[in-house]
């Protein structure tokens, strides 16, 4: 069976220090895969998106970037933290195919807190 | 794009009464809808889905949601709820973005179970 892991689980990061989320499929090949935000009050909001080994769609313009070294890994990374980017950050896989269009599967999440 | 809109953001209701959370979307063309919950600090899991077929979809937990196509609703009910409900609950809609296929999510709506 497919899983998927996150880490960190929590995080507490200052202003201005680097990034570096961590998402990896296991039991599956070649998944489309996604980073959401979570804030409070405002749903889920799709940050990145790659169906492939360095294929990366951005769909909010802001300092976090996202990279995909493996087939199952996916990154999420920011040279310089704000205040903003705290939340809750989950990653989410779909399987390739037509049959498996648009059902996602979610990971654990990380809990970014910026001081 | 599509858009989804989840009525409530929060539904108190007393252990062992019926549930009805409510969920419209803005397409008009043939879509797929999903249900998840979320559990304090954990990640989404997928309740129940509608592709095709049955209008009245049953999902994990009891839950079970009707899709209506003249009214654009797929809302979400559970005739006797427990404690462990307690969560938040997300409609989400399929839509394509750019040329990927992906989902538009609601802002999510608290159930709130009380003995």
């Known amino acids: 069976s497919q899983t998927i892991h996150q880490w960190p689980a929590t995080l507490v990061q200052p202003v201005g220090s680097p990034l570096s989320l961590e998402c990896t499929v296991e039991?599956?090949?070649?998944?489309?895969l996604y980073w959401y935000r979570q804030a409070a009050g405002r749903g889920l909001q799709l940050l990145f998106y790659?169906?492939?080994?360095?294929?990366i769609s951005s769909e909010v313009p802001q300092n976090l970037s996202a990279s995909r070294p493996q087939d199952r890994q996916f990154i999420l990374s920011s040279k310089k933290l704000l205040l903003s980017d705290s939340g809750f950050y989950l990653c989410?896989?779909?399987?390739?195919?037509?049959?498996?269009?648009?059902?996602?599967?979610f990971g654990p999440g990380t809990r970014l807190t910026v001081t | 794009a599509q858009s989804v809109t989840q009525l409530d953001s929060q539904v108190p209701v007393f252990e062992e009464a019926p549930v009805e959370l409510r969920c419209n979307y803005s397409?008009?063309?043939?879509?797929?809808l999903f249900w998840y919950v979320q559990y304090p600090n954990q990640g989404l899991q997928l309740l129940l889905k509608?592709?095709?077929?049955?209008?009245l979809v049953k999902g994990i937990n009891g839950f079970e949601a009707e899709f209506n196509k003249s009214q654009t609703s797929f809302h979400l009910r559970k005739p006797s709820v427990h404690i462990s409900d307690t969560a938040e609950y997300f409609c989400?809609?399929?839509?394509?973005?750019?040329?990927?296929?992906?989902?538009?999510f609601g802002k999510g709506t608290m159930l709130l179970v009380s003995p």
């Open positions: 989410a896989w779909r399987g390739p195919g037509q049959e498996n269009l648009y059902e996602q599967y």
């Open positions: 790659s169906v492939g080994i360095g294929q």
């Open positions: 039991g599956t090949s070649n998944p489309n």
């Open positions: 397409s008009s063309v043939s879509v797929y």
């Open positions: 989400a809609v399929s839509d394509q973005k750019r040329g990927y296929s992906t989902l538009t």
């Open positions: 509608y592709l095709s077929g049955s209008t």
